[in-house]
């Protein structure tokens, strides 16, 4: 009884505690008693980081009422991720009270608690380009300040995904709906565009690469615990930035690589772009400029000719201003290739295409002379075959003719020998 009572005054006390650091703390790091934590009742959302020793099985997850949830075994509205030494478990509309994690949970029994976890995310232009690449953001916070727990962060994965727009797509059966585009995946890691690792922003250059059309746009972020979905309408437009490229076959006229901005979608003057050079020699040089005026809607951009011969590439970006948003816009200019080649000689050239000609005329004829003999042989040999079945054939006719005659003679001496004398 002693040790009953003790038990039941540790779990009150705790259960005391635990609902005031729910009622203050978005994110709370605690050791608990025989792993025991309680959610407060205004909780709708809450989520489980709980660490426990290298490669042992999953805790088992203990309901205020005695019922248990398994990795394994748990109703739809958890979701549980499990790793050699944690487990991720996320509960929508969760049982106030007190919880139990029961396992082997680290000797800190250090469990993590995460609640109203919401996803936020940059709202996209209702017009997009084919082609343009930008800047997009989303937030993850809990109790609406910013989630900073490095170890959920790093296993949160945000995708963007494009679907064609059709109309009461729910309605339709599973393999008649568009399947989605994933154009983005990234992560709070610090790398490119993303600023601070581990600071709940996600940042990423999103490609717009689907095809010009309408488009439910999704933003998802799931590690199969942590779902959270964005959508919108977007249309993707055809680019209004157009691309030329003039080779230079001259020693003292350098190429050229021009781009023309759509009019009536691309603001004049407001084009600018930059591309990197290299040459045979995998030298590289920069090439960069901006339309020449205020109305101008094109830019030419020239690229120094050597003419050593060899291969050569550049890429690089456009930037510009959308006519009526006054939305910046850039372009990523993929890998372009063109060759240098030795000088054509044009005489040397017509002396050699006739001299083919000729060869081939040649030969024609050769083929042709080729294929009237053959027919030739094989009437002939026609002829001669018809000619000695009818040979054969008279010869037969014949035969059997005179042995008809043969016959016919001597049967007549004999009946006149068996006619009676008078």
Known sequence: MLRIGFALLGLLVSSLCFATQAATLSESSMSLLDN????????????FVIYRAENSKSVVLVRPDGRKYYSHRHPENVRWYQEPAMDIISIDRPMPGPWQAVGKVTPKNKIELISHLKLSADVLPERLFQGEELKFTARLTSDDKPLVLRDFLDRVKLKVTFTKFVANEESLIKEARPVPIEIGEFADDGVDLDEKAGDGVFTVKLPISPEPGKYRVRITSGNGVFLRAQEQEVLVYPSPVELTFIQSRQPNQAHQVIFSGEQGMIAPGSMAAHIEHTDSGHATIAVEGAAASDEASKVALEIPYSGVIGQYSWSGEVYATELGSGRELMFPLGEHTYSVVKDIDLAETRRLQEQERIQQAKL????????????????????????????VLI?????????????????????????PKK
């Open 364 to 391: 024609l004829e050769a083929q042709r002379i080729k294929e009237v003999r053959e027919s030739q042989r094989q009437t002939s040999m026609m002829i001669i075959i018809v000619g000695n079945l009818v040979v």
């Open 36 to 47: 025991r934590f309680r959610v407060d009742p205004s909780i709708k959302q809450i989520t």
């Open 395 to 419: 010869g037969l006719v014949t035969w059997f003719v005179m042995r008809k005659l043969k016959a016919k003679r001597a049967a007549i001496p004999e009946m006149q020998l068996e006619m």
